[in-house]
């Protein structure tokens, strides 16, 4: 048999790779949010929450994705503050959502709701399905204990007292605004060149 019949393509490993992390991607958006979802639920306390209503509110913020994302990419945003509009609207409608929706009073914060959409939008660049080009550079860092402690190390941005996740909408804005002005790159840009490194560094941490 030739050898050049054993050599799996890369764009073979690649999918697969997709398809363990992300899961069926025929709906990007929705692939992408869920796995944001996963990133972010572990903060979240929903126990006596029927399983029932947390698929339905999950399906709620779905679709709030796929239209305020196809809003996002039509380049009707023309600078950082109609952005950080955007999001705040997001942010708050999921937040007010999940406190009222079938009396399931469900805490979840703006620090949670920003880890979300955040994360959702960095996946859906990771995936190569929009480029955000139109509003790349106000796009703003997932938050979360990785960011953290690099925003601690490399610009000298202390830890708040406060867990990210129990952050309200002020506090995110400050902690954004703090680390937009000690970066010269896009937010987005910088948090990829310093998420991982830190991340693997806790990691290790663990297996110690």
Known sequence: MNKSNYKIEEKDILNF?????????????????????LDMCRTLRVKEVSNGIKSELIEYVNDIFKYEISKLISGNIKNQNE??????????KITEEYYEYKESK???T????????NMTIKYLYM??????????EY????IDNCILNVAN?????????????????KQYHNYQNEIKSKI?????CWEFENWLNEAQKEAQKVKK
Request: charged share 25%.
């Open 153 to 169: 190390e490399k610009l000298g941005i202390d830890k708040p007292k406060t867990a990210w996740s129990k952050w309200d909408e």
């Open 83 to 92: 952005f950080d509009k955007w999001h705040d609207g997001i942010c708050n």
């Open 106 to 108: 469900i805490q979840l």
């Open 17 to 37: 790779l997709k398809f363990a992390y992300f899961g069926d991607l025929t709906n990007p958006i929705e692939a992408a949010s869920n796995r944001a979802y």
């Open 139 to 142: 796009l703003h860092i997932p």
């Open 110 to 117: 703006y620090g949670q709701a920003q880890k979300w959409l």
């Open 127 to 136: 995936l190569k399905v929009y480029s955000f080009d139109c509003v790349f």
């Open 184 to 188: 010269k790159i896009a937010p987005l």
